[in-house]
């Protein structure tokens, strides 16, 4: 167990894939930065694998005021214990009061053991952190200073903030996606720490006999306008219309989960709680009815047109633009709007 | 050679069924308004369990930690094909976080012998995926999370196939293991009628004194004990007596289990409201449509 530290710096776990950095590490930076702004501390990345020493730069660029860099042939790959053992190592000795980890494959099986070992508090797919204070119901002891893990629970019907005052560190991965990219800058300086690592084949319990990597069939983390069909678009067939307007936009098809489901387009395509969060300049949902669960990956697009048959649609409520009416004429209307425009300028 | 399989389930309010009634007016959920499920990956975990024993002989027992009405999803573990069930249940496991969970879900499967443990993925009340990692450092054994296919089994190895978001790995390891299941790993056959007509009757203490009271409001204190210890013996005899566990049983540590072992808190609950802070009705006219794409233009929002 861990003590209360209170001068404990802000750390984020980088995952990196033959030394290459993962994206969500990187969107946790701006964030994990205000936060130890906020607190008065470092911020500090840890990096695992094998001749990675490079990265740490990468992550002073975005943020970082110190790197912890351990670096070990047995680390070149992922694995759960080894990973576990290290991090929770270094947390032994360094006792930072807050770690985050993107909510990846890999953030989200190794979180849990170091969380179980450390015995200290975990949140889970978090969507928002910010610093406040916290008075237990029981006792008027106000602990100042807390990390709030903000997520939605209940299949996206309720935001919970989460705390823990008593074991350190607090502990959370963040969702894919919810936090914007901060830019990298070249002229920033901070430290760079090699840590000595103990490691050992006992610390492998798996044998990775195949990897198999592939790229997702669009983008829609990087999109800047998205056209959303769901299950209202009909049929595969239909699912034509969504094509044609987001082609004609520039824009990336995407669908929600009843349109995935329906088998109407793949499932690299779907925006929500089950598949990618979101937030583009423009996100046009065509014949989405708007489920919590969809809502809660694409609310933060900057401008929401909705284009649906029933006027009682959930997705009306975050509209920008509500359009009622049958699809099959809208989006044709829309398409011819949009090419005189592009033909006049 | 055959093999013991230990499958965690849990019984979950049915998220994907919340309507407006089933919300408090200060955004907690109503769960009484909500049917209690199987929660749907456990389904996954105990069907790949069960395809083991099948396979390869051994056994499958179904522990739950919950509430004594989660022995509703012990008796549908029965139903299709558990040959035990376990319910753990205790004033003192309420309000556990995933760290007080999974150390007593450890205590319990420590009691058993096990050469895989099995899980869903997550479950659909919280979506955390933690207790799963969290059992398999507590019993000191490998984890593989987010299996989607069982590949190979033999000796003492096994081959599985594991999802990892972005594509997949095949990976060996020896056993014992712990397996986090996908709803992609199998299809849940459905229950036998011969199992459901046998094990409908299966009961935990808990159900059988409830079931005396009923039946006999009229009797004393002692003539209910008499009548419970009987139905208990005859339920034992069949195979239908559910186990059930409480923490003095477990002799689980106090200081890690319920509200106290829980250092994730609640501060604050909020139901979601979400609204667009201005919005517009379009026509959906020639008209209307081109004023709304000249708007999108001029605000620079299309390019």
């Not at chain 1, 592939?214 to 094509?243: C, H, P, T, Y």
């Not at chain 2, 409480?246 to 501060?267: E, I, M, Y």
Request: with cysteine.
């Amino acid at each position: 167990m861990i003590d209360v530290n209170r001068q404990g710096e802000v750390w984020v776990f980088t995952e990196q894939h033959n030394a290459n950095i993962e994206e969500p590490s990187i969107e946790l930076m701006s964030k994990a930065k205000h936060l130890a702004d906020v607190l008065g501390v470092n911020l500090s990345a840890v990096i695992l694998g094998d001749n990675i020493k490079s990265l740490a730069e990468k992550m002073i660029h975005y943020g970082a005021d110190k790197v912890y860099i351990a670096q070990h042939n047995l680390l070149a790959g992922y694995q759960t214990n080894s990973y576990a053992k290290v991090i929770y190592d270094l947390i032994h000795k360094y006792k930072p009061q807050i770690v985050l980890y993107g909510a990846t494959a890999a953030g989200r099986d190794l979180a849990p053991r170091i969380a179980s070992a450390a015995k200290a508090g975990l949140t889970a797919d978090c969507t928002d952190l910010q610093i406040g204070d916290h008075t237990p119901p029981n006792n008027k002891t106000t602990h100042k200073n807390l990390l709030f893990q903000i997520r939605p629970a209940f299949g996206g019907n309720i935001i919970a903030t989460i705390i823990n005052y008593d074991r350190w560190p607090q502990m959370a991965t963040v969702r894919e996606g919810v936090m914007p990219m901060p830019q990298p800058q070249t002229n920033r300086k901070g430290e760079i720490i090699e840590e000595k690592v103990s490691v050992s084949e006992n610390d492998l319990p798996l044998e990775i006999l195949e990897e198999h990597k592939r790229q997702k069939k669009v983008d829609l983390k990087a999109a800047r306008i998205i056209v959303a069909g769901g299950a209202g678009v009909g049929s595969r067939e239909n699912f034509k219309l969504v094509w044609d307007l987001a082609n004609c936009l520039g824009a990336a098809p995407a669908a929600s989960r009843a349109a995935v489901d329906l088998g109407f387009i793949d499932h690299d395509h779907q925006v929500g709680q089950t598949g990618t969060t979101v937030r583009p300049s423009l996100y046009i949902a065509v014949g989405v009815s708007g489920a919590i669960q969809h809502q809660a990956g694409m609310n933060q697009s900057q401008k929401i047109v909705a284009i649906n048959n029933d006027p009682d649609a959930p997705i009306f409520q975050l509209a920008h633009y509500k359009i009622v009416g049958d699809l099959n004429t809208i989006i044709p209307k829309m398409i011819k709007a949009i090419r005189e425009k592009a033909i006049k300028e | 050679m055959a093999y013991n399989c230990v499958v965690l389930i849990k019984q979950v309010p049915d998220t994907k069924k919340i309507t407006g009634k089933a919300m408090n007016d200060d955004g907690t959920v109503n769960r009484a308004a909500l049917p209690a499920i199987f929660n749907p990956e456990d389904l996954n975990a105990l069907e790949m369990a069960l395809q083991i024993k099948q396979l390869h002989g051994g056994t499958v027992t179904a522990i739950t930690m919950g509430l004594p009405a989660a022995s509703d999803i012990l008796r549908e573990s029965l139903y299709r094909g558990a040959d035990d069930a376990i319910l753990i249940t205790d004033a003192k496991c309420a309000a556990s976080d995933t760290l007080a969970t999974s150390y007593i879900l450890s205590c319990a499967v420590k009691k058993l012998p096990f050469d895989i443990v099995l899980c869903g993925r997550q479950a659909i009340d919280g979506d955390t995926a933690q207790v799963g990692p969290q059992l398999a450092e507590k019993l000191a054994i490998p984890q593989i999370t987010y299996v989607e296919q069982l590949t190979e089994l033999a000796e003492r190895t096994i081959t599985v196939r594991r999802n990892i978001g972005s594509g997949w790995q095949k990976i060996r390891t020896k056993l014992p293991v712990l397996l986090t299941v996908t709803s992609d790993a199998n299809e849940p056959g459905v229950a036998a009628a011969k199992k459901m007509m046998k094990y409908k009757n299966a009961l935990t203490p808990i159900e059988i004194g409830q079931k005396v009271q009923a039946e006999n409001p009229q009797a004393d204190q002692l003539t209910h004990k008499a009548l419970i210890d009987r139905k208990t013996k005859q339920l034992e005899e069949k195979g239908l007596l559910i186990k059930q566990w409480n923490l003095d049983f477990l002799q689980a540590d106090l200081t890690w289990c319920g509200r106290d072992g829980s250092p994730t808190k609640v501060h604050r609950i909020q139901s979601v409201v979400l609204a667009a802070k201005e919005s517009k009705n379009i026509e959906p006219t020639d008209a209307g449509i081109t004023d709304m794409v000249h708007e999108l233009i001029e605000d620079k929002i299309i390019a």
